[in-house]
């Protein structure tokens, strides 16, 4: 089925480990983000890609850097995981121009940091 | 900056109406949108209005914009079980209106 595809779906790293979560559209958007959510917190924005060659920060960016690798892929790399990064991460990409279509999400990583 | 301001919880009984609450602080947003996120989910977009608008209406919801107070809400309409679950609230983050900023979530429990 098209959509957002998101890679691992569970991780637990310890403090100072790094990892890359991977998402990957295949519905042709141009915009891509990624975001964390937090109990009581909601979701908020760490890092998003408006179309292929850009990034821009969010609202929450420190400890994280992404990669727009091409159209499709989308990654989020933890150089050095600390417990407070312990969240569900979600990415989701949307059609620039067709803002009323929303975004579509994938099912989330969830990640723990000890 | 922006914020996106909702209650947390709602609970209602089978049948009645809901009501969520909603207020932002970016009058520039084009779109305003509620999400819905049922539990080990993702978020869904539930329906969404244009900033020009005052009310939209989707079989059994409505959504009133009132844009001098920043001020928009949902209405669930014969509420059931199967819409129990976290409303998400939200505007645009950037000018080019591409990234958002999403409320804390309202959870919605309805009883039979």
């Known amino acids: 089925n098209a959509g957002v595809t998101q890679t691992p779906k569970f991780q637990v790293l310890k403090t100072g480990q790094s990892m890359t979560l991977q998402c990957a559209q295949d519905m042709n958007h141009n915009s891509m983000y990624w975001y964390r959510q937090d109990p009581g917190m909601g979701l908020r924005l760490i890092y998003y890609?408006?179309?292929?060659?850009?990034?821009d920060k969010g609202e929450v960016p420190n400890g994280y850097n992404v990669s727009r690798l091409n159209k499709r892929e989308f990654s989020l790399r933890l150089e050095s995981a600390a417990p407070s990064q312990t969240s569900v991460y979600f990415c989701?990409?949307?059609?620039?121009?067709?803002?009323?279509?929303?975004?579509?999400f994938g099912s989330g990583t969830r990640l723990t940091v000890v | 900056g922006e914020d996106v301001e909702q209650s947390l919880f709602l609970s209602v009984r089978e049948g009645d109406s809901s009501v969520i609450n909603c207020t932002y602080t970016?009058?520039?947003?084009?779109?305003l949108y509620w999400y819905k996120q049922e539990p080990g989910a993702g978020l869904q977009l539930l329906t969404y209005?244009?900033?020009?608008?005052d009310m939209k209406q989707d079989q059994r919801l409505t959504v009133l914009l009132n844009k001098k107070d920043k001020h928009l809400s949902l209405r669930i309409a014969d509420t059931q079980t199967g819409d129990s679950a976290i409303y998400f609230c939200?505007?645009?983050?950037?000018?080019?209106?591409?990234?958002?900023?999403f409320g804390k979530g309202t959870t919605l429990s309805v009883s039979s």
């Open positions: 989701a990409s949307s059609e620039a121009g067709r803002e009323n279509y929303g975004y579509t």
């Open positions: 209005i244009f900033s020009n608008m």
């Open positions: 970016d009058s520039s947003s084009t779109y």
């Open positions: 890609s408006a179309s292929e060659g850009t990034t």
């Open positions: 939200a505007e645009s983050f950037n000018q080019a209106g591409t990234a958002l900023i």
